[in-house]
């Protein structure tokens, strides 16, 4: 299967992230891709220290759903949209998954947030496995992808064979100019990728926005650590790359002897 990651420039609103998401899909659709997955709460946008999102109403997030099912109808691909998202009396940074059809197959919460997040959104308790035209995937989001392994372990052992790693590094504002993907001298986000697919031997598909300060690129990394593809620093776009399912096999996160670190 080809699946696509999208890098786009940081939204100025719901209506411009949706923009974004239909001239996105339908890039990735034409070049064969039969899912995509867009970055961190994408949907209104991560609430950046430097850039102010207005907080969405239950409504303007339903009715944003609704309007990428039907991109994702349209163009006949499946898509990965991670939102804010009112779940009773809770507040979640989650990623919903729809398929082609434009079906709601569910979603997958953040559930180790950040220090900075813990008053923004409640943490999530579940963890869910998808499956998409014989395509088996987890979804990490961000903080617990790059620094809770046992998320992509899970996903792992359960059976997924690429875990979407929907994020958020970098600023628009300040910070350093990267040039060489996976430097020494970078931040480690770029490392943890590897790490992520090469212990659990199966791919990590990280995606992330598009800033002027990058932290790391949107990248995917195959079962054995090495980087197939990384969207270019500071260039809006997709990477589109197909994955042999066979390579994924999990060899090593299915290895895992838990009731070695029981008490």
């Known amino acids: 299967m080809k699946i696509a990651l999208a ?5 100025r609103s719901i209506a411009d ?20 997955c867009f970055p961190e709460t994408f949907i209104p946008g991560y609430p950046l220290a430097d850039v102010k999102v207005a907080k969405a109403s239950p409504e303007e997030l339903q009715g944003a759903l609704e309007k990428v099912c039907r991109i994702a109808a349209d163009n006949t691909i499946a898509i990965i949209m991670p939102m804010d998202w009112y779940e009773g009396d809770k507040f979640l940074n989650l990623a919903h998954v729809i398929s082609a ?13 950040d220090p900075s ?29 790059f620094r809770y392994p046992e998320s992509v372990r899970w996903a792992a052992r359960e059976g997924a064979q690429v875990v979407f790693h929907p994020h958020l590094s970098g600023s628009d ?4 100019q990267l040039t060489d993907w996976g430097n020494i001298n970078s931040p480690y986000y770029e490392k943890a ?5 090469l212990e659990n031997t199966i791919y990590f598909a990280s995606v992330g926005y598009t800033m002027r300060y990058p932290e790391a690129a949107t990248s995917l ?18 990477i589109v790359a197909e994955i042999d399912t066979e390579k994924a096999t999990g060899l090593l996160a299915k290895r895992f002897k838990p009731e070695l670190y029981r008490k």
Not at 193 to 197: F, I, K, Q
Not at 224 to 238: F, M
Request: a neutral charge; proline letters at 4%.
């Open 17 to 36: 992230g949706l923009a974004k998401t239909e001239k996105l899909t339908k890039n990735a659709a034409q070049q064969g891709a039969g899912i995509i």
């Open 173 to 176: 504002v300040k910070g350093v």
């Open 117 to 145: 997040e813990d008053t923004v959104w409640s943490p999530g308790t579940q963890r869910s496995l998808f499956e998409i035209d014989g395509l088996k995937f987890g979804i990490t989001i961000c903080h617990e992808g």
């Open 101 to 113: 059809k434009g079906e709601i197959l569910g979603y997958q919460t953040k559930n180790q947030l």
């Open 193 to 197: 990728m590897m790490m992520r697919a």
């Open 7 to 11: 890098s786009p420039i940081f939204p």
């Open 221 to 238: 990394i195959a079962p054995d650590g090495k980087c197939i593809a990384y969207q270019a620093y500071g260039e809006e776009g997709i």
